[in-house]
């Protein structure tokens, strides 16, 4: 259990730099191209089994929402989030909080203002 249990620490440490990588390429882009760059795409890490899903709320001109969050298989293939095939996509049966969300441990919300 304690190797199990390291494996995960491990893992959620890779897919948390993955993320936040991802948010310092988002940050470095111009305000207005965010959303049309990376609103509902999914990128990898090479360490991890698994999917990172950006999603850019851009309901308001002025202020960006985004999240980014990442999904992953373990090595004795449990799947660390809800995405339980790893597509990047609210399958059915995948929410099983019924939030509407997929929802894993590794996600990451910043706003982003129009300067």
Do not use: C, M
């Amino acid at each position: 259990r304690s190797i199990e249990l390291n494996e995960i620490s491990r893992s959620t440490s890779l897919a948390l730099l993955a993320t936040q990588s991802k948010l310092a390429e988002i940050d470095s882009t111009a305000f207005g191209q965010i959303p049309a760059t990376f609103n509902n795409t999914t990128f990898a890490s090479p360490d991890l089994d698994g999917l990172g899903v950006v999603t850019i709320n851009s309901a308001n001109p002025a202020l960006l929402g985004a999240t980014v969050a990442f999904y992953w298989r373990q090595k004795n293939g449990r799947v660390i989030g809800e995405d339980q095939n790893l597509n990047g996509h609210l399958d059915s049966g995948e929410d099983k909080n019924s939030n509407g969300v997929l929802d894993t441990p590794v996600a990451l919300y910043t706003e982003i203002y129009k300067e």
